[in-house]
């Protein structure tokens, strides 16, 4: 039953986290990596970040990625073969294509902080107790299941425009009186805390691309209080009239027992 | 309302995580914060990890480290301070006491990879997937609530038999069939998986006080199917047949709306 780790298979990809703070955030085990490396895959905006110590060829990731990725591997196979990911690479990252695509043993994997380890440090969170979401690629509406009173919700941004469309759901969500603010360019030497307001005064200029909003929730006075379980009041629909009213659904959703991901 | 970060005022104190594999993982900026340093205060275990070079009185915490912190901190007032956390300082560690106490702004926190992410990165796990329970401290019982089939957890230990109680809790649960392994050591020199079973299956020996217990939920044929939504089945209940039924439970649950942490 004891299972010692086997050794990485001599064909594995090794992939490296960075930081904003580029190479002088990298500890030496990653660095030897970078170093030893033949090869090294990434965005453009990480492979700028090495030095010329690394001599590897550097190959920047196409757009789009996915379907690209096997040939680009294949293409080096028998290579020592890196990838260098932002922040965390198992966190919203590139890591888990890649233990998808090639299965964990295949892949080598050395973290580094990510960007809301960072944004907890910078801000006192205990990161445990916050709420993390990704609009990423996914609809901001997501944002609004994490919207309780006094939560704090970190929400990884998918552009400039983000910090001003969370706070107008938040509006909308009778979130008004939330505390914003944005955190741009965590852990590197432009770092910076460029606006910081209510959802209900905010009017801030677009944000860098990369940054984290940080909001404290509250709750308006007067808005419709929403739980975290099944019921919510018919008030919190958009409806006509033909509505299940609320406790049927809450008993229908009992009975169905959806688990997550369901 | 645009706000440049405050530098960090004379007297604050600085958190410097670091990892399983010691001074070897520490990036050169935490490195040189800790060489500069008057005084690092950490657990006997941390400062067993700094080199010669690094000058600095050390000061093991005592036990209990509460009520003695305030006053730890005031003897050492107008030296330069640092304090040494294990892995991620704002996750389930020092940072969060340290800025309850001095608040956020007298607080300076330079993250390290947690044991989370070392586990995330050892098994190809998506950390956005994965759901995270500590048992250090507090019930075992919260695992329960996190048990849905296909979910993936990660349990952090509170000691050398944490894995034979979460199995048994697994196997009470109707989750028997569950894939446990356990992660000693992340990140460092004698990092391994010591064990590997289902909970049904499971007769390992104590692990390493430093673990965490990767689980891949799978529920027992024809254990009760337990949803994550109030209105469980009332078989889920040890009852004398005095219980609120099943739906009038879900319909309460509903019209008291409960938002996370109440």
Request: charged share 20%; with cysteine.
């Amino acid at each position: 039953m004891t299972a010692a780790p086997a050794p990485a298979p001599q064909d594995a990809v090794t992939v490296v986290g960075i930081g904003a703070e580029g190479w002088p955030g990298v500890p030496e085990a990653s660095r030897a990596v970078l170093r030893a490396a033949d090869v090294v895959f990434g965005g453009p905006r990480q492979l700028d970040l090495l030095p010329p110590e690394c001599a590897a060829v550097r190959v920047p990731w196409p757009s789009p990625l996915r379907p690209a990725l096997p040939g680009l591997l294949a293409a080096h196979d028998g290579r020592t073969r890196v990838v260098l990911a932002s922040g965390d690479p198992m966190f919203y990252g590139i890591g888990r294509t890649l233990t998808a695509l090639l299965g964990p043993d295949a892949v080598r994997v050395l973290p580094h902080p990510s960007s809301v380890a960072h944004a907890c440090a910078r801000l006192g969170w205990a990161r445990e107790d916050v709420d993390v979401v990704s609009v990423v690629g996914r609809p901001l509406a997501r944002i609004a299941a994490a919207l309780h009173p006094r939560r704090r919700l970190l929400v990884l941004g998918a552009g400039p425009g983000t910090p001003a469309e969370v706070a107008a759901l938040l509006r909308a969500r009778g979130f008004g009186p939330s505390r914003l603010r944005v955190l741009e360019q965590l852990g590197g030497p432009r770092e910076r805390t460029s606006s910081e307001a209510t959802a209900d005064a905010w009017d801030a200029p677009d944000a860098d691309p990369l940054h984290i909003v940080a909001v404290e929730c509250r709750r308006a006075p007067g808005a419709p209080r929403l739980g975290a379980v099944p019921g919510l009041p018919d008030e919190a629909y958009a409806h006509d009239g033909q509505l299940t009213k609320r406790y049927p659904r809450a008993v229908t959703l009992a009975a169905l027992a959806p688990a997550p991901g369901e």
